[in-house]
């Protein structure tokens, strides 16, 4: 419901998905305006959705750019006097969104066509798109072909990988290193194993990804999803024609996950909210989703050929690994945060 807890809010309520689009998209255009989190310009072609929102519906948008953790945080603690309408968490926060009652439902037109696993059954959240584990690897400073994690291993590169306690790439890019190393959702020594060894070679880049850093050859290899490092690999070229980027899937630990739309249980725009999540599973904005390389959730809609030359070639895909069990990966990922900030941050200062 849109009437937030304690009775404080004067909002209507009604559950979104008892009302006709019509009436969805006529509400929204009238609310005017769609507050976002997590959902920034840089990250697989936001900026290209939200002109099309905007454009469609009449909407002002802003986006304050937090990881997963922190979006629900806010939802949570702004409650009746909330800002933001909606997020883009990782696939193992929106099982936690519904625990922390933080969210409400909404099902698009096109719920039928998205995968059970991708979605809560209430329509709590639904998974717009996924990326499978990559890295990006200045060729200009790493002559190994970084396409596995033993290759990495060997490279001798400096590794970035971001914000492990609270950024859920950055934690589905150990979970990756666990399953190529022989471990898995209920084994992370591997992983971890793997990165303390690192750690203590100095191996393990302290910062965070930046474009700055990378036009000025500050990384050797960034680990995370293929639609940003196809992303990062195309602004590089850009300010540094010369550069010599490469881009593969982590091809021994593939893992394949998604991130999910969801709506603030206490959203001051909730048919804006509706009417966004509404378009970014339509046609039109899957394909606007996979134009900043993210691989659409719905896989009866085509993307165009002068598109899919410009991926990671289908080949490197063959070993994919999904992670449909959101709850054991919702459990992987809080341990990989615990043990990243008791077990390796000590040993990276």
């Not at 900026?47 to 099309?52: E, F, K, L, N």
Request: proline share 4%.
């Amino acid at each position: 419901t849109l009437t937030a807890c304690g009775g404080a809010s004067t909002a209507e309520s009604v559950d979104l998905r008892e009302v006709p689009l019509d009436t969805i998209l006529e509400k929204a255009k009238e609310e005017g305006q769609i507050n976002s989190v997590g959902m920034p310009d840089d990250w697989a072609n936001w900026r290209g959705s939200w002109a099309a929102v905007s454009e469609k519906y009449g909407l002002t948008h802003e986006d304050t750019d937090m990881s997963s953790a922190e979006e629900l945080s806010t939802f949570e603690t702004e409650k009746d006097a909330a800002t933001k309408d909606i997020g883009d968490v990782g696939q193992a926060f929106g099982p936690t969104a519904v625990e922390m009652d933080v969210v409400q439902p909404y099902k698009a037109s096109t719920w039928d066509s998205i995968p059970d696993w991708a979605k809560d059954p209430d329509g709590k959240w639904c998974i717009s798109y996924v990326g499978t584990m990559s890295a990006m690897v200045n060729a200009d400073r790493v002559s190994t072909t970084i396409d596995s994690w033993q290759a990495l291993k060997d490279s001798g590169a400096t590794i970035t990988i971001g914000d492990v306690v609270r950024g859920a790439s950055a934690q589905m890019a150990v979970l990756s290193c666990a399953y190529a190393l022989g471990g898995s959702m209920d084994n992370l020594d591997p992983a971890f194993d793997f990165f303390k060894e690192m750690a203590q070679e100095g191996r393990l880049d302290a910062g965070t990804y930046s474009q700055e850093r990378m036009d000025r050859a500050e990384i050797d290899v960034l680990l995370t999803w293929d639609y940003l490092t196809l992303q990062y690999r195309d602004l590089t070229k850009a300010s540094v024609p010369d550069a010599n980027i490469e881009c593969h899937v982590m091809k021994d630990g593939a893992l394949q996950s998604g991130y999910a739309l969801v709506i603030n249980k206490y959203a001051p725009h909730p048919y804006a909210a509706a009417a966004t999540v509404e378009y970014l599973l339509s046609d039109e904005g899957q394909i606007n989703r996979a134009e900043g390389y993210a691989r659409p959730i719905r896989s009866d809609v085509e993307l165009p050929a002068e598109l899919s030359a410009k991926m990671i070639p289908d080949e490197e895909y063959t070993n994919t690994i999904p992670l449909t069990d959101n709850g054991a990966v919702t459990a992987a990922c809080t341990e990989i945060a615990t043990r990243w900030e008791e077990e390796i941050i000590p040993l990276m200062g």
